[in-house]
């Protein structure tokens, strides 16, 4: 149960007036004749009359359409909602509505390396290589994939690509051959749009040999297109010599005709991004994403959630190979600077990107909530030392943000912002829970519900709660859902993967509850959920406790089989110098003890050296639960350190 009756932070009276949530709230209220009060009775109108609220959102967000058609929700099922099945519309014309003097994009690299482009220019960029892969023979359909850092370079290819009606799929250059293969060989790309090399933590990183095998792997490939980032154009040219197939990004856009830029129209649902599940339980699945749910819900959570405007500069830490690279390029369909950076965010100082923060002027911050986490350890306090004048909103994802967290943002980050937790996922490239510049913040809890989302939460009979744990599950198709994952013909992957527990409900995987302000708590993934004595118990309860001790950088928490029962058990990185004593592991067990239960006391405390994560920074617990037990954990390639694996292995305390 949450006892949070204080909230952090709430907007004044004049600024909700002034959001675009109010803005489309009051034009609810005139086009229908209702009188809804408050952002409650807008969500519980927007998931009660689905269809007006999507088609009234249509209008707000100025969906560019070739058609719109008549119908907006034909077949209601879940699986194979139709949504708007008569509309036809091109993805990268929403984003490049804008083709004036304002400063669309800019890059910044961990080297101190700083591009920027107008949104003039960009359209001229997408221009020039989308008549580059169309001499290529991409088509409608055709498949391009993207091994690229988050630079410019990467967005202009992946608008390009969509003006045609081809699909974008990417990952970072920190994946392994096999990650890449495991993902680009399941899709069969035309072309591959890759760097020669990147910059990390203050070392340059050499793609070419990776380059040279992926190339060799995947038949499908018929052009390799390599951005200098790493090299110059001539070394990058020159190291292409003895590679077939590849060509540097100059040689490939200068060797096509001039031909001015056409949208390709596409039906709603027509593919436009193939994502991927971490990978870490076996070969990852490939989720599609259509054209018209996404710009849909996009221009939803941008303006309406995060009431992003023109004069915005919006910044999301993020690789190509997590959604929210997704996500923050569509920051484009509302005007705003988008900033894009890529490297360690901790390189060569903790303030790195409180910096940029101030020299770009940016105004909405995402980040994750273990970077939030490392910033507080690191004993970083941003409003002690930068001005942070246009901020005014933080993003936070990627795990549940602990209560401390939250506050750490407000009591040394910036006091004025809206803090908003959002939860989502790769499955359905947006959020369920996010934030809501009308709506207090209280510690630990996402804001709201987004719009035309029926969110609940569900106990084991399949009854809706409040107030009580249970799967977070959503009851009513939304236009954001996959049309399917690739190689699914019979579509038995897609079903298994959401709708297996109770049919025609999307069952998001989540152990979540539903607070008296309406607010969403996570309280982890449900599949790591332990279950001690019979007891559900979200990880993210026990971390929230380990975060407050000093000692302790970092920890994963897992259920061991012990006994005919369950018992909890957590391993911990310490800081430098720090040992774990008896002392120490009795302070770890007080603090969770104190503001938890017995049950979420763990029956062991154990020291590693590192903790395995996926690349896109999330701790893998099944798979550090697979290898306590002895099981082989799949796709090791998924991870971005799988030789922390090891240190799981046979420890012999394990078996005390």
Known sequence: MSNNSTPLWAPTPEAIAATQMDQFRRQVNERFGLSLADYDALHEWSVAE?????????????VIAD????????????????????????????????????????????N?????????????????FAAALRQEGVEKGDRVAGFMPNIIDTVVAMLATTSIGAIWTSCSPDFGINGVLDRFGQVAPKVLVACEGYFYNGKTIDSLPRLQEILARIDSVQKMVVVPVARSGEETRAALTDMDKAISLPDFVDSAPEAPLTFEYTEFSHPLYIMYSSGTTGVPKCIVHGVGGTILQHLKEHRLHCDLRREDALFYFTTCGWMMWNWLVSGL?????????????????AETLWDMTDEEGISVFGTSAKYIAALEKAGCKPRESHKLERLRAVLSTGSPLAHEGFRYVYRDIKEDLCLSSISGGTDIISCFALGNPVLPVYAGE?????????????????????????ELVCIKSFPCMPIGFWNDEDGSKYHGAYFESWPGVWAHGDYAEITEHGGVVIYGRSDAVLN???????????????EKV????????????????????????LREGVELDDELIQKI?????????????????????DIPRTISGKIVELAVRNVVHGKPVKNQEALANPEALKLFENLPELAQ
């Open 50 to 62: 689905r269809e007006e609220f999507w088609n009234t959102l249509w209008d707000f967000g100025e």
């Open 67 to 110: 058609t719109r058609g008549e119908r907006v929700l034909g077949k209601d099922s879940m699986p194979g909602a139709e949504w708007f099945p008569d509309a036809r519309l091109n993805f990268a014309e929403n984003l490049l509505r804008y083709r004036d003097d304002k400063t669309a994009l800019v890059e910044r690299l961990e």
């Open 112 to 128: 101190g390396r700083r591009r920027s482009l107008s949104y003039a220019e960009l359209y001229e960029r997408v221009e020039r």
């Open 333 to 349: 369909a509302c005007g705003a600077t988008l900033v894009l950076y890529d490297g360690s965010p901790f390189y060569p100082a």
């Open 446 to 470: 996402l804001q709201c519900r987004g719009l035309g989302m029926a969110v609940e939460v569900w106990n084991d009979d399949g009854q809706p709660v409040l107030q009580q744990k249970g």
């Open 532 to 546: 001690p004595g019979g007891v559900r118990i979200g990880t993210a309860e026990i971390y929230r406790q380990v």
């Open 550 to 573: 000093e000692e302790v950088l970092d920890s994963i928490c897992i259920g061991q089989e012990w006994n005919d029962d369950v018992r909890v058990v957590l391993f911990v990185v």
């Open 589 to 609: 067990r007080t603090t969770v003890r104190a503001n938890t239960t017995p049950r979420h006391v763990p029956a062991k405390v154990i020291q590693v050296a």
